[in-house]
């Protein structure tokens, strides 16, 4: 757990528990899994208590598509924190703000578009500046191509003479 994440991951297997791992076996080299806030890894129980909501209230989000967990070969459904954190979202618009469940997940698709946009936002940005150093970069080529030699320079005389202009009549 950390001060951001007060779900986290938790122990791995067998760490932190009275006896430590089983006793016996031989303990296998251990699969680098990495745990991000996506990782699906409560099940519907687990998730249901860290949320503080019913199962049967996750179930009835999922029908509507307020959190949609990931799911398991078995059809299990599996949460990760991030659904946690959204979970609570939706209780606490629900119950704090009084908003009805079609405008949460209007909300929540907002939110998402939001985050989409500023993705993109992000991504033209780094493009244009990539575009705007190539262009500096060929237009510095050009310059340093020229020709200094092809242009013979004179220098001119200047003249103080006065010239006065009549026009005919």
Request: charged share 25%.
């Amino acid at each position: 757990m950390t001060p951001d994440n007060p779900i986290g991951p938790g122990p791995g297997l067998g760490e932190g528990l009275p006896g430590g791992p089983r006793l016996g076996r031989p303990r296998q080299a251990a699969t680098h899994y990495v745990l991000t806030e996506d990782t699906p890894v409560y099940v519907i129980s687990v998730a249901a208590e860290l949320s503080g909501l019913h199962p049967q209230t996750l179930r009835q989000y999922d029908r509507l598509g307020l959190v949609c967990p990931d799911r398991t070969a078995g059809r299990g459904r599996r949460y990760s924190a991030r659904d946690i954190q959204q979970l609570r979202e939706v209780q606490r618009l629900s119950q704090d703000e009084g908003i009805n469940l079609a405008g949460i997940k209007r909300i929540i698709e907002l939110e998402n578009q939001v985050l989409a946009l500023q993705s993109r936002i992000g991504e033209l940005a780094d493009s244009l500046e990539g575009a705007a150093s190539a262009l500096q970069q060929r237009e510095a080529a050009v310059h340093a191509s020229y020709r200094r030699d092809l242009v013979p320079y004179q220098q001119v005389q200047q003249s103080s003479a006065l010239v006065v202009w009549r026009p005919k009549r």
